[in-house]
């Protein structure tokens, strides 16, 4: 976010689209990970990570590393498939997704970007995981993740993704609507914004300790009726397996009309409100971030222009599309 990183055309691999379904061949994922694993513990990177090719069959294999689990975890994904969720692209690379992430909580050098935060997640402890629900609802407390992902049921749909900085994605994710979530927990009717916080962990996120100046936790927030929106989508799921720790996991905001920074990830808590609460991005940079952060090409940030993206499977630009292209289903909550 406090630099634009525009996306060089990839050197080291070979430049090709994915078909919507190769993802789950297993056997092209099993040889896209030969390769990234081979050179992480070559690197000696993931010192915990272990050799996970005989589990290839099932979703505990890694796009990433991970630990988070439930009792009857495996037998939900991968999900199946609501087909009322599109895409206009061909859908991205897993190694792409994986690989090309905005986390700040774990960039802890002047010298590192975006592409290299699955170097640092290893040591992010997503067991056991608990998520707080607060403020203006009926059912508030804290809840085990495995019992509300059972309760609420999983499915997969295939959204765009598109960060702030320009570049744009195309990702199948797992998850529930947010709405089901909310209806679950019995909302006051004088609530008026969600509010979402990631994990803070020193320890862990060493982004934290190292980015002093900005106002952690992470937290960001959404009006009711976005929330409420069909679109609005909470994530446990990534190509059809739970969530890689880059990406989020155990559990993540999807809001795929908005710039990637509205869809906070990995969620520790969950407040009703009467008001309009303070937004990490939104505190930090005003000028820059705003609290709606809608797609929209029309709008420049302060410091770029927002009329095009940048493709990261290819590199390729598009024109920006309103709404990131859901105008058809969010633009009444604007008008
Ligand atoms: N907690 C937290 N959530 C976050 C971020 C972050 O730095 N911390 N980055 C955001 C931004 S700017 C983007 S573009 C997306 C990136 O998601 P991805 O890495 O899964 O593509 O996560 C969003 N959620
Ligand atoms: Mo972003």
């Known amino acids: 976010m406090a630099k634009i990183i525009i996306p060089k055309p990839w050197e080291d691999r070979e430049l090709r689209a994915v078909d919507e ?32 090719s005989d589990q290839v069959d099932g979703p505990t294999s890694s796009i990433g590393d991970r630990n988070f689990t439930f009792p009857g975890m ?8 609501n087909s009322n969720y599109d895409l206009d692209r061909p859908m991205s690379d897993p190694y792409d997704v994986t690989h090309y992430n905005n986390f700040y909580e774990f960039i802890h050098s002047n010298d590192e970007d975006i592409k ?3 170097k640092y997640v290893s040591v992010f402890d997503t067991r056991d995981w608990i998520v707080q629900v607060a403020g203006l ?31 744009a994605m195309a990702v199948p994710w797992t998850g529930f609507p947010f709405s089901r979530l909310i209806q679950f927990l019995e909302p006051e009717d004088t609530v008026t914004h969600l509010r979402m916080q990631t994990m803070e962990n020193r320890e862990q996120m060493q982004g934290i300790d190292y980015q002093t100046w900005w106002p952690w936790p992470y937290v960001e927030a ?34 795929p009309w908005k710039y990637g920074f509205k869809s906070i990830k990995s969620i520790v ?4 409100l009467d008001h309009q609460p303070e937004t990490f991005w939104n505190k930090a940079v005003p000028a820059e971030y705003g609290f709606l952060a809608n797609v929209d090409p029309s709008v420049p940030h302060p410091r770029w222009s927002q009329e095009t993206e940048i493709m990261i499977i290819d590199g390729e630009r598009r024109a ?13 909550l604007y008008e």
């Open 269 to 272: 808590k969950i407040e009703f």
């Open 74 to 81: 495996d037998s939900l994904y991968p999900a199946d498939r």
């Open 320 to 332: 920006t599309q309103k709404y990131n292209g859901y105008g058809a289903l969010v633009a009444h």
């Open 137 to 167: 609802a009926k059912r508030t407390g804290t809840f085990h993740l495995g019992d509300l992902i059972a309760e609420m049921g999983l499915e997969e749909r295939l959204y765009r993704h598109r960060c702030v900085e320009a570049w």
């Open 21 to 52: 379904h190769v993802y789950l061949n297993r056997r092209e994922i099993l040889r896209d990970l030969a390769v990234t694993t081979a050179g992480l513990m070559a690197g000696g990177m993931f010192a915990s990570c272990t050799d996970d």
């Open 222 to 255: 959404l009006r009711i009726e976005e929330a409420m929106n069909e679109l609005a989508f909470i994530a446990t799921g990534l190509f059809g397996k739970p969530l890689s720790k880059q990406n989020g996991a155990p559990v993540r905001l999807v809001v």
């Open 116 to 118: 290299s935060i699955y």
